[in-house]
């Protein structure tokens, strides 16, 4: 990428700028510090930044998605009657820190004003962990239930282990899947409007 003579017509008069590779693609930036910054206020770049910045987003909490998923497989291969009562155990325990956490420490949601959708998601994720504790107390014996089916499931892995390989093949086509929506959804929803000419 080349700016053309290094500069850019402004409104007032032409401004030095300098080739930059940002996330955007190449920019022709410029290089006052008082003009760089109103630069960056502009609204369309703002919007492209800000659909950048979900995308990345998106695709590293996929990644760490995938990673928790592949480690919680693992654990309920090898310790299935543990992790039938650690998953509700862990469960509780992430709603409850969730809860505390938007009410000590309000994130802004939305465009509600204030504390009160924050005050009202951690009340309910609060009440959400308790009735999962209360749920593993009055459920024990279908929980126990539930880790005999799950040793037996791991029994029938452990006999064949190519179904081992399925199981990231089907994350990874399902994760493709995504992708490739996602990517239909760009090509068509960046289309112009048909130009009819004579």
Wanted: contains cysteine; charged residues 10%; glycine residues 6%.
């Amino acid at each position: 990428m080349q700016c053309p003579n290094n500069t850019c017509p402004g409104l007032v008069s032409s401004y030095n700028t300098t080739n930059t590779i940002h996330r955007l693609g190449g920019i022709c930036e410029p290089t006052d510090a008082g003009i760089k910054e109103k630069f960056w206020q502009d609204t369309d770049l703002n919007q492209k930044r800000a659909s950048v910045h979900g995308w990345e987003v998106a695709v590293i909490a996929l990644i760490i998605g995938a990673c928790v998923g592949l480690l919680y497989m693992v654990a309920f291969i090898v310790i299935p009657k543990i992790m039938t009562y650690l998953a509700f155990i862990l469960s509780a325990i992430v709603l409850l820190t969730a809860g505390i956490l938007l009410i000590v420490q309000p994130v802004k949601l939305l465009a509600f004003q204030g504390n009160t959708l924050n005050i009202i998601l951690g009340i309910i994720f609060i009440i959400l962990a308790i009735l999962l504790a209360l749920l593993l107390w009055i459920q024990d014996r279908e929980i126990e239930l539930a880790s005999i089916f799950l040793v037996h499931s791991n029994t029938f892995l452990k006999d064949k282990y190519v179904l081992f390989a399925y199981i990231p093949l089907f994350m990874l086509f399902s994760f493709g899947l995504f992708v490739l929506c996602v990517w239909q959804y760009i090509a068509f929803g960046s289309v112009r409007d048909p130009t009819w000419t004579s």
